[in-house]
């Protein structure tokens, strides 16, 4: 009899350990979704610190925030998809960086998609459950 109470004993600290890594886990991504990926600190393209001073208004609106470099990146790179520059002002901003900036473009969709998923607001309400 003692045998079976340690099982029982063993198995509820199994789960409650379980319970605790998928907590954290849940956690961890929304941590990486939300505070990471969304920093209005850093720039969305290369991740660099922004420096609040000196920022120049932005010539396209949009939901990201560059640094310098890349602001002046995407404003070519929108001006060309426009039709309004026809060649690069860099000779490597070629047909292959356009395309790099096209695929970076649409995975930020597809993240913002997935944020506003069924199962990603699940887990929000869950982990919001969690840290009531």
């Keep these: 009899m003692a045998d079976i109470i340690e099982f029982g004993r063993k198995a509820q600290s199994l789960r409650s350990v379980r319970s605790a890594d998928e907590r ?32 120049e208004p932005a010539k396209y609106a949009g939901p990201h925030r560059f ?12 001006d060309r998809l426009e039709k309004k520059e026809a060649h690069p002002r ?18 930020q969709r597809a993240l913002d998609e997935y944020r506003l998923s069924k199962e990603f ?11 009531q």
Excluded: F, P
């Design 67 to 78: 640094c310098v470099n890349c602001q002046e990146e995407y404003d070519e790179y929108r």
């Design 90 to 107: 860099y000779y490597w901003h070629n047909d292959l960086w356009m395309a790099a900036w096209s695929s970076w473009i649409e995975h």
């Design 121 to 131: 607001l699940q887990l929000l309400r869950e982990v919001e459950e969690l840290t």
């Design 24 to 55: 954290a886990r849940k956690i961890e991504a929304l941590r990486k979704l939300i505070q990471c990926q969304r920093c209005a600190m850093k720039c969305a393209k290369c991740g660099a610190q922004l420096d609040k001073e000196g920022a």
